[in-house]
């Protein structure tokens, strides 16, 4: 969820640090850390698991976390990943 003083989801933040600094494996790893919060969040704010499931809101914001990990995890490995130097 957004920090209402920042204005910013630390959720992307840390899908987008974890994925350029070490690719795809731990991409997915950020992203289900990452949605586990967020239903922890929804729970935690009195919501049940099937209502998280069919809410549009949890499930847009799971799906944003599921593409943003991917994309950086897919360009780490396209861009940055083959241009290694060896040596």
Request: net charge positive.
């Amino acid at each position: 969820t957004v920090n209402q003083y920042t204005g910013v989801d630390f959720a992307y933040v840390y899908i987008i640090a974890i994925g350029l600094l070490y690719g795809k494996s731990q991409s997915a790893i950020s992203i289900f850390l990452s949605c586990a919060l967020l239903c922890y969040k929804y729970i935690y704010h009195g919501a049940d698991w099937i209502g998280i499931l069919y809410q549009v809101q949890p499930m847009v914001h799971m799906a944003t976390y599921l593409f943003l990990g991917t994309m950086v995890g897919y360009i780490y490995h396209r861009i940055l990943g083959s241009s290694i130097i060896i040596g």
